[in-house]
């Protein structure tokens, strides 16, 4: 009996060696107004993360990934968030996931801000459900280099927009089965839209740049729901873009540059985006602000962060946005506890 348990100890020594898994989150209470005018008491960003990983020798190394988060209303269920699996090789990372697009520009935003409505919900950048895989390859110690695979939207969905669309009568009917039929979902069984992506990555010297350009394939069903909502020619509708970001830390600020080029899927009118960022830490507190436009839309967000701990913070937040030319500037509000652990 003693050799017995000798021995399942060792085996759980070797396994606790060469396996490893992480169980990490945040729970936040606040009290808020979104740009709807809808305010009161909310939990919202709740969130749990969950990782593993085993050494396989040689260099080698698998891990998964997945988040799982909340709605803020008492009784909602979890849902599955990001999710990835991923292979590190002395060469480089095979990375498989799914997530949420959304380019490289977005990384200038460092501001400590939080709000019901973030920047992702501008009409400035977007962003929807993917299913992608990505080679990540160190070239040096100064670069990186990605190159990768996205499959976004559902190409059944395009193609029931396609026969609503035929179908629809008034403008309201014809505008609802665009937008259904363009939704955000996972291309996870047929893809509406595949996309070849490279990115370049330079951190050095307290910069990191990150440029990135993508190419999409599109069905012709999602074509038409794009042709049809841009009101504009299959020959002008944009099936490339590029975006960059640049950070700098001085020591005494942080600096956030970004710029996202005109859309895929939008006609070639469609202006580029400009996003800047500045994040100020002094001592315990630490303050900064976000802004972005494109066009006619546009955003400003600005936050407060005061740490009360390494794992606890206080945020104020305070955002307006703009969807774009006739529309109405909104603000919003949030003031929250935060906790990690």
């Not at 008492?74 to 002395?90: E, H, K, N, V, W």
């Not at 309201?172 to 996870?188: F, H, M, P, V, Y």
Request: glycine share 10%; hydrophobic share 40%.
């Amino acid at each position: 009996m003693k050799k017995t348990m000798i021995a399942l100890a060792t085996i759980a020594a070797m396994g606790s060696a060469s396996a490893q898994v992480t169980i990490t989150g945040g729970i936040s209470v606040g009290i808020q107004s979104d740009l709807a005018k809808v305010a009161g008491i909310t939990m919202p960003d709740n969130t749990l993360y969950i990782g593993a990983s085993e050494d396989l020798g040689g260099g080698m190394k698998a891990s998964a990934a997945m988040t799982i988060e909340n709605d803020s209303y008492r009784g909602a269920a979890f849902t599955r968030a990001d999710q990835s699996i991923t292979l590190t090789t002395p060469a480089g990372a095979l990375v498989i996931r799914n997530s949420r697009s959304g380019g490289n520009q977005g990384a200038a935003l460092i501001a400590p801000v939080s709000l019901a409505n973030d920047q992702w919900s501008s009409a400035v950048i977007t962003r929807e459900a993917i299913d992608a895989a990505a080679f990540i390859l160190p070239i040096n110690d100064a670069f990186t280099l990605t190159v990768g695979y996205v499959e976004g939207r559902n190409d059944a969905l395009a193609a029931a927009g396609v026969t609503a669309l035929a179908a629809a009568t008034t403008a309201a009917d014809k505008k609802a089965a665009i937008t259904a039929g363009l939704a955000a979902a996972s291309g996870a069984v047929t893809p509406a839209v595949t996309s070849l992506t490279g990115a370049l990555k330079y951190s050095g010297n307290g910069l990191t740049v990150t440029g990135g350009y993508t190419s999409s394939t599109y069905t012709d069903s999602a074509m038409t729901l794009v042709t049809a909502l841009r009101s504009a020619a299959k020959s002008d509708i944009q099936t490339t873009s590029y975006d960059l970001s640049a950070i700098y830390d001085a020591g005494v600020a942080k600096i956030g540059f970004g710029y996202d080029s005109s859309r895929r899927g939008y006609t070639s009118a469609d202006k580029a985006a400009m996003l800047f960022g500045v994040s100020i830490p002094m001592g315990a507190i630490t303050l900064g602000g976000n802004y972005g436009s494109r066009d006619e839309a546009n955003f400003l967000q600005l936050g407060a962060q005061y740490d009360l701990s390494k794992r606890s913070n206080v945020m104020a937040s305070w955002g307006q946005d703009k969807q774009g030319a006739g529309k109405d500037t909104n603000s919003q509000y949030r003031l929250s506890l935060n906790h990690s652990f």
